[in-house]
């Protein structure tokens, strides 16, 4: 009988009194709630941190894109060209002079500044003549249409060994090379440095000294 009542008592010594619960449950609520804190804290910081990167990423692939512009020729056309030949000193030199509208689009969301444009013109490699565009700026998202009319004097086509066999075919090859050079200044943050150039094979027929055909192919440098 003593041994059970003694039992008894430390069984009853041994759980915890409805204070002590109490006490403990009040402990453990504080605890839960930072880590409940904490859970939350960490996916709004993720969910902070997946919005920024998605806004970047839709931001590189728009506003801040950049895009190569785009060179054109709209128009060549041959305005003059004269054949001179002198029998005493059997020379012959030729005059002409080509007309052509050189088109810059900028696509992108901000304006392209380009400097020292050239037009040049050249037979079989040999430049016979050259003009310069100048300087200028094109708004974002717009074109300008650059006239240029390149002119050439007294060139001395006998001196060219590749005259006979033109004369033989009654076509003379002729090159325009328009060079554009400029940069792009993305959201003031960094500038994006560009040389676009065009070249354009043109094809006159020497007989009655018209522009028989031509064609163009662009090429951008970063």
């Known amino acids: ?16 009194s409805p204070a002590e619960l109490k006490a403990q449950h009040q402990q453990q609520r504080p605890t839960s709630k930072r880590s409940r804190r904490f859970r939350i804290c960490c996916g709004a910081t ?42 005493r000193t059997l020379s012959a030199t030729l005059n002409l002079s080509v007309a052509t509208d050189v088109r810059v689009s900028n696509p992108n969301h901000y304006d392209f500044k380009y400097i020292n444009s050239t037009v040049v013109m050249s037979y079989h ?13 094109i708004r974002a998202e717009k074109s300008v249409d650059l006239p240029a009319v390149v002119t050439v004097e007294a060139l001395k086509i006998l001196e060219n060994p590749d005259v006979l066999s033109d004369l033989e075919t009654g076509i003379a090859p002729l090159n325009l090379t328009s060079t554009i050079p400029g940069r792009v200044n993305v959201a003031g943050i960094y500038k994006h440095h560009v040389v676009a150039t065009i070249g354009c094979n043109l094809e006159i027929w020497i007989n009655n000294q018209t522009l028989k055909d031509y064609q163009c192919m662009q090429h951008v440098k970063l």
């Open 1 to 16: 009988m003593g041994e059970a009542e003694s039992f008894s008592r430390i069984a009853m010594s041994s759980s915890p």
């Open 46 to 87: 993720v969910t902070l941190v997946l919005a920024l990167v998605l806004v970047i990423v839709v931001l590189s692939q728009t506003l801040f894109k950049f895009r190569d512009p785009e060179v054109s020729i709209v128009s060549v056309k041959l305005e003059t060209i004269h054949l001179v030949v002198d029998v």
């Open 125 to 137: 490699g040999q430049l016979i003549g050259d003009i310069a565009l100048g300087a200028g700026e």
